[in-house]
């Protein structure tokens, strides 16, 4: 007996003042995991040094752990497998991952291998993990990381099945209800999306939902989200109909979601509806775009035709904040018919441009983005996608703006191009660069700037893979173009410069707009237009004043004033 006691009381010796420095080395392995976020090998070390040290082998043993291991040593020994877990995860290796819970089980490993499985489409190998004879019951968040990786598998019905049969009451939570209608909206199941949130506000879940706006809110998204996304709209204009007679009305943002949707349906009594909505709206807002004006124009694909560029149909429809009376200006190609008895036109979509459109102070069109299709990049097109949306705003009566411009070849045939000016404002000052094509690849471009750090902090990783950008701390040897990025421009004083620029750009294939002057400007600003006259109206439908409907385009000092 004396020796069984000396025993442990050596093992105790052995272990307290090892406990600090396994913490601090559980840390550092955390740190090395987080800068390698795809190295399987460093990874499985990592777990296997793990695996040896004093804290981790007392765990193991549960009647030593509660007396003698530090509670925060344990927790970052788990925290290292739940890193290199996620590791195996990131590098498609989902069999290591599941040797390394194995070999570390606790509640923190199988929540994050449920995510890692269902991630690699492995959503029923996840399901068996919530019965691992290795732990007991999972926790809530080993459930909810299961119904998202039912989501990652569009397998909605599993995922209700958890939440409905499998999942004890205690554990659902506001974060499990969001989980399962994200699933739902992406697998477009708006009615049963509906058929969840009916259900939570008959339970008493409704008390515990008052105490979180912020979640609160999200779950109305959800479910205004999920029945637009499966055309359930009618369901959806009711639902809001539902918020806006309660004491928190539905935003702005939940509105135009419905708005966009009825709008893509050329469903313009349902837009209608919903403005309404928007008019009883206390908090107020800029104002939505009256969509159902486009009722005249030529309805192509999910967008309204307003004019051809050669083989190009060029139509617009809305952005998903019709509010700001956000539009796309959609750029489409017709596709050769093989097949004699398809009625139907075939259109390949080429690119877009994003903008939002302002009546005050001055009619302004600001262009916020640009998209093109990888394969229509590099023979010219943005700049005679750009060219028509200069003309359109110029023909119209608008002043073409731009907001902040991120990309460098977008700002570069701007500045260069059709000679638009960087301004600087309180958001941004913007960053000047050189830009010059990669000596090594073609497909990339090379951004050198005096303040990279400048340049760093405003492109993300995903930013400089999209745009194949290179940041550079060394000045090319060849010279590249000075451009201003990361900030907002406005057209140069000249603009029937600009117009010719314009012109000459489009000459080779035509430009055709189908609309005048009057109706350019109704379609980006949403104001109505009226028919039987040909006059011009303002927003609340009456004739415009003589100043209103005949403003000249703004040149010299006029143009100054709007930096």
Known sequence: MARVVLLIFVKVLWIRPLTALSLFQNKLLVRQLRSQPSNVTLALE????????????????PDLYERNVDEEAAANAHLVAVEAIRVCGKANDPDKALRIFEQLPSEATRTMIISVLGGCQRHEDAMELLNSPLLGRPSAASYNAAIAACGKSKDWQLALHIFEENMPPKCKSIVTVNALLTVLANCKQGLQALQIYRNIEKSGSGKHRAKHTDSDAVTRQLVISALTRSGNLEEACQLLEEFN?????????????????????????????????HQDDSKGSNGIAEFHHWEGLERVDSSWRIGTYGALTVGVRP?????????????????????????????????????????????????L???????????GMAKSCLAIW???????NLIPVT?????????????????????????????????????????????YSAALKSLEGAFSNRDLKQQN?????????????????????????????????????????????????????SVFLGTPMDSSSGQETNREGEPASEEESKRPLMLGVEQKQLK
Request: charged share 25%; net charge positive.
């Open 245 to 277: 007679c309660t004491s928190e009305k539905p935003s702005t943002a939940l509105l135009d979601l419905v708005v966009a949707a009825f709008t893509q349906t050329s469903n313009w009594k349902g837009v209608e509806r919903v403005e309404r909505l």
């Open 319 to 367: 952005n998903r904040n019709p509010a700001q009376n956000g539009i796309k200006l959609m750029f489409y190609e017709d596709i050769p018919n093989d097949d004699p008895t398809r009625k139907k036109r075939r259109l390949r979509k080429v690119g877009y441009l994003l903008m939002k459109n302002s009546i005050s102070p001055e009619p302004t069109s600001s262009l």
């Open 46 to 61: 990592a777990v296997s040094q793990v695996a040896k040290l004093p804290c981790t082998v007392a765990m193991m043993e």
């Open 390 to 396: 200069i003309l359109l705003c110029l023909q119209g």
């Open 369 to 379: 983005g640009m998209f093109l299709d990888p394969t229509d990049r590099g023979q």
């Open 469 to 521: 950008i290179k940041l550079s701390s060394e000045k090319p040897t060849k010279p590249g173009r000075l451009v201003k990025i990361i900030c907002p421009m406005n057209p140069p004083e000249n603009l029937h410069l600009l117009q010719s620029t314009c012109d000459e750009i489009l000459s080779e294939e035509g430009w055709n707009c189908e609309l005048t002057g009057f109706q350019i400007k």
């Open 403 to 447: 907001g902040i411009i991120r990309k460098p070849l977008l700002a570069l045939i701007l500045q260069h191009t059709f000679r638009f000016v960087p301004i600087s404002t309180k958001d941004s000052n913007g960053v000047l660069a050189e830009l010059c094509r990669d000596p090594f690849d073609d497909s990339s471009v090379v951004l």
